[in-house]
């Protein structure tokens, strides 16, 4: 029976750390897209990216976050939503003292 206590949270958090990372990814190519001008692209990434960056906070990962608060305080693909953000950043700091480098996230605190 202790080896399925020590398996499930194995298990969560190798899906925790794929949801991070492939987020990170969709994100990296949304601000990309973006660069370029291809906005309707870029709305699409991020959206993606949101998705896998909440599977990742509901697991913990303050980095997931900490990227939410980004992405809606910036409105990066979705309206600018400064409450919600603020609630995102209160969260990764409760769980690792994350200290934000984001302009607008520094302008939350």
Known sequence: MKKVFIIIP?????LNA?????GYKLYKKAKKELRHGHKAQAKTLFLQARDK?????????????????EIYCN???TTANKAKAKEYLDKAK???GANPT???LQKLK
């Not at 794929?18 to 492939?22: L, M, R």
């Not at 697991?59 to 900490?66: D, E, G, I, K, M």
Request: aromatic share 12%; charged share 15%; with cysteine.
């Open 10 to 14: 194995i298990i969560f958090s190798f």
């Open 18 to 22: 794929g949801s991070y990372s492939e």
């Open 53 to 69: 960056f909440i599977l990742a906070a509901s697991n913990n990962s303050s980095s997931a976050l900490v990227k939410l608060a």
């Open 75 to 77: 409105g990066l693909g």
């Open 94 to 96: 409760k769980l690792s």
């Open 102 to 104: 984001d302009k607008c």
